[in-house]
């Protein structure tokens, strides 16, 4: 499995910004894929994640403001992100999740920089 995270950059605070993640490989053996987010200096945390099944789960701190979708015709995952915040700033990486019959591994994209400033 590989994922190639694309679409960071720099934007004001309040406008907004679509990251895509494009997964390849043995897609098959996912269960869940989700953007997470690493400020310096901090852990990384999860951001939006979107199950198999399609249910989708966001971090507090983003809920109304950020929306996690996929197309599967594309085999890509989207994080539109909107009203984005100075505190949104970090980088940002896709992540994936195997189903736990497929051994359970994450894999990981490179991540893509997005910085929140004026």
């Known amino acids: 499995v590989q994922l190639q995270a694309s679409g960071g950059g720099v934007v004001q605070p309040g406008g907004s910004l679509r990251l895509s993640c494009a997964v390849s490989?043995?897609?098959?053996?996912?269960?869940?894929i989700g953007w997470y987010r690493q400020a310096p200096g901090q852990q990384r945390e999860l951001v939006a994640a979107i199950s198999d099944g399609g249910g989708t789960n966001y971090a507090d701190s983003v809920k109304g403001r950020f929306t996690i979708a996929r197309d599967t015709g594309k085999n890509t995952v989207y994080l539109q992100m909107t009203m984005l915040k100075p505190e949104d700033t970090a980088v940002y990486y896709c992540?994936?999740?195997?189903?736990?019959?497929?051994?359970?591994?994450?894999?990981w994209g490179q991540g893509t920089l997005v910085t929140v400033s004026s």
């Open positions: 490989g043995s897609i098959f053996m996912l269960n869940v």
């Open positions: 992540g994936a999740t195997a189903f736990r019959g497929y051994g359970g591994r994450q894999y």
